[in-house]
């Protein structure tokens, strides 16, 4: 059981009696204060950006990503530039080649063609259908 006293909704207006909300009701009231709020974080967002500590805080987090940003190249040179990596690299080519002038990219172009005939025969179909349906009957009148 709630400790809260029940509210019923009264007769004339169909919504419960005034239980400390504002005179334009609980979502009234919800609403302004969302307002509020917002703007309150606007105007603490805008003093904070105007800061000189967001400015070295700003400037700090640019030289970390900065150096994040060059650390992660060096190490993908140091990986491109090893013995492995090359081989790797190399038959990867090697079977992105085959796979672009081999049967493999035939045959899926060919069903993948084939599909989308079908695919277009089916909707022409459709609309067909509907177009025959929506239109009046062509008897006698």
Do not use: C, Y
């Amino acid at each position: 059981m709630s400790t809260e006293p029940e509210t019923t909704p009264t007769p004339e207006t169909g919504t419960p009696p005034e239980t400390g909300a504002k005179a334009g009701g609980p979502a009234a009231s919800v609403l302004e204060e969302l307002t509020a709020l917002g703007q309150k974080l606007a105007a603490t967002i805008q003093t904070a950006i105007n800061s000189p500590q967001w400015h070295q805080v700003e400037s700090e987090v640019r030289e970390g990503f900065t150096n994040i940003v060059q650390e992660v190249n060096e190490a993908l040179a140091k990986a491109r530039s090893s013995e492995a990596a090359k081989q790797v690299e190399e038959r990867a080519a090697k079977a992105v080649e085959a796979v672009r002038t081999g049967k493999v990219t035939a045959d899926l172009r060919e069903s993948l063609l084939k599909g989308l005939k079908v695919l277009n025969r089916e909707l022409d179909e459709i609309i067909a259908r509907m177009e025959s349906k929506s239109e009046p009957p062509a008897s006698g009148q």
